[in-house]
T-cell receptor, first 111, second 113 residues
Framework: DAKTTQPTSMDCAEGRAANLPCNHS???????VYWYRQIHSQGPQYIIH???NNETNEMASLIITEDRKSSTLILPHATLRDTAVYYC????????????FGKGTKLSVKP | DSGVTQTPKHLITATGQRVTLRCSPR?????VYWYQQSLDQGLQFLIQ???????AKGNILERFSAQQFPDLHSELNLSSLELGDSALYFC????????????FGEGSRLTVL
């Protein structure tokens, strides 16, 4: 699975959009971009994933660049409950490999 | 609530002992995954089972073993425990064997004294 690079930490004001970047310059054509988050010591929570196209669900939006070498997770209106570690993971589907979590980005939403 | 149930939530034991962690996956999910999270190592993938069979192995020590039973619940057995095994152990489940949309339980916190 391709490696990802994320900033160690970020701050965001409550009510503003939180934009979390991720670089995955060695991503392969069959690899998806997944985002998970982990609120302090709780189990990680799936947020969203995508292959090429931008994706949106009730939690967030995922913007993938055309060359697929980077992506951005957008939380449109961050709340204090969005304070968590956000993991960007690149993984192929199918039975090959598994989700490999890196160190992620610690997002702190401040009032 | 992810629908994944892990027991016990907390466990304190001594070095050299053996413990069993249990996981019940979401209804309908056939895959079960085990992850270990310690302060210095982050989330480490240990092992995956799909419908009772081992599918993938990660950084799982030989002192650790797991199995998935016909009712799809899974157990992670940790033996000859060392201080360094103190960690949060998460179980996750998914519908298929290649699905990456995992649903995680709340974890079992193991403390080895």
């Amino acid at each position: 699975d391709a490696k990802t690079t994320q900033p160690t930490s970020m701050d965001c004001a409550e009510g503003r959009a939180a934009n979390l970047p991720c670089n995955h310059s060695t991503i392969s054509g069959n690899e998806y971009v997944y985002w998970y988050r982990q609120i302090h010591s709780q189990g990680p929570q799936y947020i969203i994933h995508g292959l090429k196209n931008n994706e949106t669900n009730e939690m967030a939006s995922l913007i993938i660049t055309e060359d697929r070498k980077s992506s951005t997770l957008i939380l449109p209106h961050a709340t204090l409950r969005d304070t968590a570690v956000y993991y960007c993971i690149v993984s192929a589907g199918g039975s090959q490999g598994n989700l490999i979590f890196g160190k992620g980005t610690k997002l702190s939403v401040k009032p | 609530d992810s629908g994944v149930t892990q027991t016990p939530k907390h466990l304190i034991t001594a070095t050299g002992q053996r413990v069993t962690l249990r996981c019940s996956p979401r209804s309908g999910d056939l895959s079960v995954y085990w992850y270990q999270q310690s302060l210095d190592q982050g989330l480490q993938f240990l092992i995956q089972y799909y419908n009772g069979e081992e599918r993938a192995k990660g950084n799982i020590l030989e002192r650790f073993s797991a199995q998935q039973f016909p009712d799809l619940h899974s157990e992670l057995n940790l033996s000859s425990l060392e201080l360094g095994d103190s960690a949060l152990y998460f179980c996750a489940s998914s519908v298929g064997q290649g699905n990456r949309e995992l649903f995680f339980g709340e974890g079992s916190r193991l403390t080895v004294l």
